[in-house]
């Protein structure tokens, strides 16, 4: 499971463009900081005007929604399992619920965060791994 994690994981960073993979060179763009403030702005009511914010957060969400897709389409167990009817808005108000509720955490790295968060709000089944 570990393995798989990281694996996944790579893959994100890689296609999100984070840069460095080193937990402790993590910059405010590839926070837990930035990500809630993006999606801050994507969930807002009324939305937020900045388009780049809510650009930002949406894009981040397709990302890892697609990789994940791609990872089980390639034969790998599920990290989360995705409801039907599911769609980016609900993805980005888990993100701001999970990161709102763990300011702990902001620091951290937004890709370890988002998989974390989709994890708790969207377990698979074990009957289904």
């Given at each position: ?14 296609v999100l463009g984070s840069g ?77 619920k999970y990161l709102v509720d ?28």
């Amino acid at each position: 499971m570990i393995q798989r994690s990281v694996t996944v994981i790579a893959c994100l960073l890689a296609v999100l463009g984070s840069g460095t993979t080193k937990s402790d060179d993590t910059s405010y763009l590839n926070s837990g900081n930035h990500l809630l403030t993006t999606c801050n702005a994507f969930v807002k009511e009324p939305p937020v005007a900045d388009s780049f914010d809510v650009g930002y957060c949406v894009g981040f969400i397709s990302a890892l929604v697609s990789l994940q897709s791609y990872y089980v389409a390639v034969g790998a167990s599920p990290l989360f399992c995705l409801p039907d009817g599911y769609n980016n808005g609900q993805g980005a108000r888990v993100l701001v619920k999970y990161l709102v509720d763990h300011p702990e955490s902001l620091h951290k790295r937004d890709i370890n965060l988002a998989v974390h968060a989709f994890q708790v709000a969207f377990p698979c089944d074990d009957s289904e791994d």
